[in-house]
């Protein structure tokens, strides 16, 4: 087989893989993906923990990638990172993203009209946040100002979780909230559970943490704690966190879900005790407070004075 039918091939049975893991692939190269808080929410049987911390609707909450290409291989994404996604030959605009975005977000809500509270579902219908976050790495979409600035026009919060190893693209963008992913406390740690496609990845990430201090838009600091194998090390961690002085820190369990169950054992996530005890040794070297946490999701929130504002 050449190799031009074998990437065809591969990228045919990555979108199958991805339809059955409850993606809705929109336009060309975006997916739309609703998560299970979305489906109690629209039931009235409970909220995402960014309900707790930011206020934010889960039933209204569009889950989406512009992107499903990435630069890293993480061991604790859930989607299928073994296989290579190709750049797109032309890119779709943003707002026939959006316009796709919402119209697969409405077919993936249609089957719980029958059992969700008829007012929910109705908002359901009709989305006011977006989460760029699902699969990929948002900055690889080179349009993403514009494709947060048509979000924001359509009346959405925003919030985009990148894993900063495009710099110019953090520069750029001011999204509601902006997430960055610190999975390491040093590039020994990283190259081990991230698995970049290229060398200077650390570098760039490191120089993302200086951009984060300078932005205007709410920033974040996201670490994703795998038992044995990134959860050591919290003054490390709180000395690239210092580059940055984000609003807020989450610490997270890593999940034992989706295509991470080939790559972890079930026994890498730790206890919301154990993020408990991380959380508060790394607040600790920086003078952060918690703020909240949600045991069920297994997190917890750091701020500066232990406090946190919504969005919504």
């Given at each position: 087989m050449s190799r031009r039918?074998?990437?065809?091939?591969?990228?045919?049975?990555?979108?199958?893989?991805?339809?059955?893991?409850?993606?809705?692939?929109?336009?060309?190269?975006?997916?739309?993906?609703t998560c299970?808080?979305?489906?109690?929410?629209?039931?009235?049987?409970?909220?995402?923990?960014?309900?707790?911390?930011?206020?934010?609707?889960s039933h209204r909450c569009l889950q989406m990638t512009p992107t499903l290409m990435c630069n890293q291989k993480c061991l604790h994404c859930w989607r299928p990172?073994?296989?290579?996604?190709?750049?797109?030959?032309?890119?779709?605009?943003?707002?026939?993203?959006?316009?796709s975005c919402i119209d697969s977000q409405r077919k993936l809500i249609s089957g719980f009209g029958g059992s969700a509270p008829r007012e929910l579902w109705a908002e359901g219908?009709?989305?006011?946040?977006?989460?760029?976050?699902?699969?990929?790495?948002?900055t690889l979409f080179p349009q993403l100002p514009e494709l947060i600035g048509e979000f924001k026009k359509q009346g959405f919060t925003t919030f985009v979780v990148s894993n900063g190893t495009v710099p110019l693209m953090i520069?750029?963008?001011?999204?509601?909230?902006?997430?960055?992913?610190?999975d390491a406390?040093?590039?020994?740690?990283?190259?081990?559970?991230?698995?970049?496609?290229s060398p200077e990845l650390w570098d760039r990430i490191n120089e993302s943490l200086d951009i984060l201090r300078s932005k205007d838009t709410r920033t974040v600091i996201r670490i994703t704690l795998i038992k044995g194998v990134n959860m050591f090390k919290p003054e490390a961690y709180a000395e690239l966190i210092k580059k940055a002085e984000p609003d807020y820190i989450e610490v997270k369990a890593y999940m034992h879900l989706g295509f991470s169950r080939k790559r972890l054992p079930r026994e890498a996530m730790p206890s919301h005790g154990e993020v408990m005890d991380f959380s508060v040794k790394l607040a600790g070297h920086l003078d952060?407070?918690?703020?909240?946490?949600?045991?069920?999701?297994?997190?917890?929130?750091?701020?500066k004075d232990g406090s946190v504002s919504h969005l919504m």
């Open positions: 039918k074998q990437k065809v091939r591969d990228i045919t049975d990555f979108k199958s893989l991805l339809k059955k893991q409850g993606y809705s692939l929109a336009g060309k190269h975006s997916a739309v993906k299970l808080w979305l489906g109690r929410a629209i039931k009235d049987e409970g909220e995402c923990y960014k309900s707790v911390f930011y206020g934010i609707q990172t073994e296989i290579d996604v190709p750049i797109p030959a032309d890119w779709n605009s943003p707002v026939e993203i959006v316009g219908n009709e989305p006011r946040h977006v989460a760029i976050s699902l699969s990929g790495e948002p520069e750029k963008i001011n999204p509601s909230q902006l997430y960055m992913s610190l406390p040093d590039l020994q740690t990283y190259e081990k559970v991230c698995v970049p496609k952060y407070k918690v703020a909240e946490d949600v045991e069920v999701s297994r997190v917890v929130l750091l701020s």
